[in-house]
């Protein structure tokens, strides 16, 4: 029940600020302290062999046995994809210590897309961060696709509503968007048009104008 209302209460916290990204920490430290703990139950019955008189063993200590082995598998799988999240974030970040060429690149597309703008997709809220912009949208980037599929509805309408009659995104976000929903991308292809490809490290972004 731990477990359940901690990972409940992640996701809760995910999709009210999700940029807030400490409040994650704080809801994921109890959940992987508790894990540990009961992992040593788990440790306990594989030290002592205690599989081996199975039948003797009352059902509670069973039950307290076999949340400690899903518990161990869980504090593993956690620290095998920590360790590998931080060699592929290390990989990544060697391409960023420069940090005035990123500046340089959003002074560029500060120049090009007026404030304001409708921005989401991929990396996107990133560069209005450093720009001191708001996206202007809800749907910030696609990465909960599979969680949100009226994702794309719902920035279509806010397309249809904004204030600057433009939207900025990038080339990978636009091929997400015509694979998750054909119609929509249909309808943002018919009412837009290309105006600006901001190329940087292989990736484009692209700065659209209503037609």
């Known amino acids: 029940m731990f477990l ?5 209460l992640g996701c809760l916290v ?25 992992g040593q139950r788990g440790i306990e019955f594989i030290k002592n062999e205690e599989w081996k008189r199975f039948d003797s063993l009352s059902l509670r ?4 046995s076999g949340v400690g082995l899903i518990c ?24 960023y210590h420069n940090v005035q ?8 597309i500060a120049a090009v897309v007026p404030e304001n703008t409708p921005s989401f997709g991929i990396n996107v ?23 949100r599929p009226d994702s794309l509805k719902e920035l279509k309408d806010q397309l249809e509503h904004a204030e ?28 837009y048009e290309l105006k600006e490809t901001i190329p940087f490290y292989g990736e484009k972004f692209l700065y659209y104008i209503k037609k």
């Open 4 to 8: 359940l209302s901690v990972g409940s």
């Open 14 to 38: 995910y999709y009210i600020n999700r940029p807030a990204y400490h409040n994650l920490d704080c809801i994921t430290m109890p959940a992987a302290i508790m894990a540990a703990y009961w």
């Open 61 to 64: 200590h069973v039950t307290v």
């Open 72 to 95: 161990i598998v869980a504090v593993l799988a956690m620290a095998t994809g920590t360790v590998l999240q931080f060699a592929q974030n290390s990989k990544i970040k060697e391409n």
């Open 101 to 108: 060429e990123f500046e340089d690149f959003a002074e560029q």
């Open 125 to 147: 809220p990133e560069i209005c961060s450093m720009l001191h912009r708001r996206t202007e949208c809800f749907t910030m980037d696609f990465s909960d696709m599979l969680v």
């Open 164 to 191: 600057v009659p433009g939207a900025f995104t990038g080339k990978s976000s636009m091929n997400i968007w015509k694979r998750n929903d054909p119609e929509t991308y249909r309808w943002f292809m018919d009412h």
